[in-house]
């Protein structure tokens, strides 16, 4: 009796089939006459499961949408239409630490240097230390740090009060 087998293995699809050894056809004959001499040849088909491919595209939009988050937000610093503030900076460490948990939450935990690290999850790191750069500078700018002061900072300019 010639029976395929589908199995299951969580994250993957696996088939296997039944093939004549010389003509790799699936005719039953020729499979009983191979298994009469001896010989068998079975074509394993593994491939991941959609739900995992999903959830790395998941992982990957979150990745690539707080990275456009972050980037309009230091664009909104630099330009001078927000003042750059100690929230902003705890944001964007946050997201750079956490960024790593979400990489270690992706189906089969991939080792590091998977093309999805190189189009991804690299590029994403770097541009987010490019950015706590950028706000740490515009933090150390600001010239509203000493409220003590008598100088008022609006958008980044020094107004002496009246």
């Not at 199995?7 to 790799?24: A, H, Q, V």
């Amino acid at each position: 009796n010639i029976r395929d087998k589908s199995t299951s293995i969580p994250g993957f699809s696996i088939n296997s089939k039944y093939i004549s050894f010389l003509s790799e056809s699936t005719s039953k004959e020729e499979i009983k006459n191979d298994i009469s001499q001896g010989t068998g040849l079975i074509r394993w088909e593994i491939s991941r499961d959609f739900s995992t491919i999903f959830a790395v595209f998941l992982f990957g939009g979150l990745m690539l949408v707080g990275a456009v988050a972050s980037l309009l937000m230091t664009f909104s610093i630099v330009r001078g239409n927000r003042p750059p503030s100690i929230n902003s900076l705890t944001w964007l460490a946050a997201f750079l630490f956490a960024i790593f948990q979400v990489r270690s939450q992706m189906p089969g935990n991939p080792p590091s240097g998977v093309k999805f690290d190189m189009l991804i999850f690299f590029p994403v790191i770097l541009l987010l230390i490019c950015l706590i750069m950028v706000n740490v500078s515009q933090w150390n700018k600001r010239e509203d740090w000493d409220m003590e002061n008598s100088i008022t900072a609006i958008r980044g300019k020094r107004i002496e009060e009246l």
